[in-house]
T-cell receptor, first 111, second 112 residues
Framework: ETGVTQSPTHLIKTRGQQVTLRCSSQ?????VSWYQQALGQGPQFIFQ???????GRGNFPPRFSGLQFPNYSSELNVNALELDDSALYLC??????????FGPGTRLTVL | SQQGEEDPQALSIQEGENATMNCSYK?????LQWYRQNSGRGLVHLIL?????REKHSGRLRVTLDTSKKSSSLLITASRAADTASYFC????????????FGKGTSLLVTP
């Protein structure tokens, strides 16, 4: 157990809809990162937040956005869902720029 | 990109044998990390090796880093069925942000 939780566990949406995924980091971890993992692939970096500000972004379009809150929780929002957005979404928190602690993930299916 | 790339893609061994996985990356790095993932669940951090280190041990794990060849290896000794999982390396360059850039991983199967 890493102490990082994610909700929901599974989610089914239809193309064009919007979705919000949530993550609760360990207390004291002021960095949170989000990753997308398609079936059979390695996780791909979406973005990272440090003290509530975006600190880096991977090769994802602007319809992927995020927020980090002072209570160590964070959100990943995806607008205008596409079929290719179907994946496991992982959040990871860290007390500093070092080892990252991953949550169990949210499995998103877009129909 | 400093993305890690693992080799082989799949590895099947028997309990008690050693398993070796390799990782290559493209640019200079600050550290390289290895993670394990069981059945499409969250990743678990195994070990971190910094660019000025050449070898590191943690229990049955041994990691080496060769910065001149831009490569790393993970050795799991005396494998157990519970070691069955996917293993990923992630190369990290702090000046490019602290993202973990993963490859496709090595799928390890340990049979009793």
């Amino acid at each position: 157990e890493t102490g990082v939780t994610q909700s929901p566990t599974h989610l089914i949406k239809t193309r064009g809809q919007q979705v919000t995924l949530r993550c609760s980091s360990q207390s004291g971890h002021n960095t949170v990162s989000w990753y997308q993992q398609a079936l059979g692939q390695g996780p791909q970096f979406i973005f990272q937040y440090y003290r509530e500000e975006e600190n880096g972004r991977g090769n994802f379009p602007p319809r992927f956005s995020g927020l980090q809150f002072p209570n160590y929780s964070s959100e990943l929002n995806v607008n205008a869902l596409e079929l290719d957005d179907s994946a496991l979404y992982l959040c990871a928190s860290s007390p500093y720029m070092d080892e990252q602690f991953f949550g169990p993930g949210t499995r998103l299916t877009v129909l | 990109s400093q993305q890690g790339e693992e080799d082989p893609q799949a590895l099947s061994i028997q309990e008690g044998e050693n398993a070796t996985m390799n990782c290559s990356y493209k640019t200079s790095i600050n550290n390289l990390q290895w993670y394990r993932q069981n059945s499409g669940r969250g990743l678990v951090h195994l070990i971190l090796i910094r660019s000025n280190e050449r070898e590191k041990h943690s229990g049955r794990l041994r990691v080496t880093l060769d910065t001149s060849k831009k490569s790393s290896s993970l050795l799991i000794t005396a494998s157990r069925a519970a070691d069955t999982a996917s293993y990923f390396c992630a190369a990290v360059k702090i000046s490019s942000g602290y993202a973990l850039n993963f490859g496709k991983g090595t799928s390890l199967l340990v049979t009793p």
